[in-house]
């Protein structure tokens, strides 16, 4: 039995409106077919619908005191938007990220979009400066784009440059088939009343 | 009767899969119920999954000679990751949207995800930059996090600050409630073969 908020079947459900995502770009059906299609969502729409979060999945778990993260646009579990990226971290404060991006990426064709670049980008190298229960705030953010990003597998690194007090300097980089094809640096903040805390 | 890649129903379809990614991150409904959902969402897997194209929307519309931004990720109406952006020109070549931004696109609690901010600025400073089937890429990006930007409605308004050759350089920000969130500044450059076109 599954408690508020909690998403019992979550994984498969996230996993399948993902491939969904990517489907409705792809899909060469008929019209009639995707209208049956859109009947079918629009039923999954009402179920999931009987009882739901007043605001978003974060302002809900920290009123219940759970992880906030599972909504979240780059990591999150329950957000099919997030491709997930699942952040490793090394002996060293190295964080990296592989991650397939699909058509639902694209920006220029055949291309990663410029902007989920950055967006990747920003998450990695503000994940230097996370501490647990201690999340950072992105300050500056500096992107030079080097070579077109291909859709497909990405690597996303980046660590630290230097600290100094609640400020992290991070440095990174996306990689595709081993060439920089973005780099980054920014300046990542904790906020002061978690500091104090 | 539709032909190839048309999406004869994409309006309504993409819209229903945009509102059950914020459905399934908000849900508070049993176990049951979401795999009851999830059923569904299998049928309209299945259904769509009949005929789809080998790459991206991008690359199919490439190569039958039609528009190519629908499965763009911020503003194509067949993704249901794009909000969508709906970008407006003004006279005088400054580029503006407004946008309403969910839990979907949350990243510190009840905040938009820093990346996302640099999504929408990418998308719109390089806005300036287009020109009719010449798009650009993003050269450089630099932002600058002024305050965090609450979930809800923003603008994101870009100009063109100067033109040299196939450079563009623009500037932008994001609004919220009036308040500038973040500000943004970047190089965007229209490729050599098209401008020779």
Known sequence: MTTDGELGAHEPLTESVRALID??????????????????????????????????????????????????????????IAPPLIVERDGTGQVSADVDLGAA??????????????????????????RPGRPAYTGTLQLRYLRPTLLGRLRVEAWVEHEQGRKTYARGRILRDGNVTVDAQGIFIRPRDVDAG
């Open 23 to 80: 489907r409705v770009i792809r899909t060469k059906v008929d019209t009639a077919t995707q209208e049956a299609a859109l009947a079918h969502v629009s039923a999954a729409l009402n179920l999931l619908g009987e009882r739901t979060m007043p605001d978003s999945f974060g302002m809900h778990a920290m009123a219940t005191h759970g992880p906030t993260t599972a909504g979240n646009v780059v990591i999150g579990e329950r957000n099919a």
């Open 105 to 130: 990426y694209e920006g220029p064709v055949g291309h990663v979009h410029g902007g989920v670049c950055s967006l990747l980008l920003d998450h990695v190298l503000g994940a230097t400066a996370h």
